[in-house]
């Protein structure tokens, strides 16, 4: 089987940095985690000669018949003149790419792109929040929540603006290949591992924090996933009231302390799955969900499979990779 092709329309004085992200995320070689891994083709969407938003110049060998062939179509961020009038046959060739069932990607004002070819009428998408009003204004017929990183919607996935790129490609690496490829895709970029796509656009700034941050006390919890934990045990760690804990989470990170419990659990029981043998019950037990029917039923209502079906889709598809069998104590 032939790599997944990751394809990404150029239009002229496109930002630098979603396109950078999706050259990082699926450009560069990482065979060692997954072989093959994604190739990645930077594909003209316009006549030439086309330049990012900092004068680079973009000089590309494809064009849109090899966007329409490609696995994955991503619409990274466009120039405000793309944004209110995308080219024609960009256009055409995103509607051909959907009827033929390919996976559509935007990242910030690319979804401006995928609305203006009715693929997101009708459906869930985000964009920037500061372009949210005026997306909707123009859009009526999506399904606009402005609060989000990223929507995925099947086979048509919205992001958020700059950083929220990052978040939709290790998503999507999550997706095709497991949770632990994409943390390892994370670590080697240095960036945190991926955030959920319902987590807030704009949390709390680092810098407008309190000293007492809740980076130790979420990093006490990833410790113990095992264990019982309740509001009041990391409201304690915090040296704050349950209440006031709680607040100041959600404020922070957009989501209550037992929605992130339960994500985190989640996560690590998606790596248990992954690269280890232990039986489902065990794994319950390691990601802190105690009975497997409560394993089960939260890991089926994010996940949206079952963890025997995650574990057989997901275990041995990075073929020619290292399957790596950890045993936790």
């Known amino acids: 089987m032939g790599p997944h092709v990751v394809a990404v329309a150029v239009t002229d004085s496109l930002p630098v940095f979603e396109l950078a992200v999706a050259c990082e995320v699926f450009g560069l070689d990482r065979s060692d985690l997954v072989d093959p891994w994604y190739e990645l083709r930077l594909c003209a969407a316009e006549p030439g000669p086309l ?6 110049s973009v000089d590309t060998k494809y064009d ?53 070819a009715g693929l997101l009428d009708g459906r869930r998408a985000t964009a920037h929040w500061m372009n949210a009003l005026d997306f909707a204004h123009r859009f009526p017929r999506v399904q606009v929540d402005p609060t989000v990183l990223y929507v995925d919607d099947g086979n048509l996935l919205t992001s958020a603006g700059t950083a929220a790129a990052i978040d939709l490609c290790l998503h999507i690496v999550r997706r095709d290949y497991g949770s632990a490829v994409a943390a390892e895709v994370a670590r080697r970029m240095v960036v945190p591992p991926p955030r959920q796509g319902s987590q807030a656009q704009h949390p709390t700034p680092i810098a407008a924090r309190k000293p007492d941050d809740l980076g130790p006390v979420l990093a006490w919890a990833e410790e113990r996933l095992d264990q019982p ?24 990170l957009g989501a209550t302390p037992l929605q992130w419990l339960v994500e985190q659990r989640v996560r690590r029981a998606q790596e248990l799955l992954e690269t280890t043998d232990e039986p489902v019950e065990r794994i319950a037990r390691l990601a802190g969900f105690g009975t497997p029917a409560n394993f089960r039923h939260h890991f089926q209502r994010l996940v949206e499979v079952s963890p025997q079906t995650y574990r057989h889709v997901f275990r041995y598809r990075a073929r020619g990779g290292r399957e790596v069998r950890r045993t936790p104590a």
Do not use: M, N
């Open 229 to 252: 934990l309740t509001v009041a045990d990391l409201a304690r760690q915090a040296h704050l009231s349950p209440t006031t804990f709680a607040r100041r989470f959600r404020t922070t």
């Open 64 to 116: 849109l018949d090899d966007l329409v062939a490609a696995d994955t179509v991503l619409v990274p961020g466009v120039h405000r003149t793309t944004q209110l009038a995308p080219p024609e046959p960009l256009l055409d060739a995103l509607r051909r790419a959907h009827r033929d069932g390919k996976r559509i990607v935007s990242f910030c004002a690319g979804a401006y792109v995928l609305a203006a």
């Open 51 to 56: 330049r990012t938003a900092a004068g680079l």
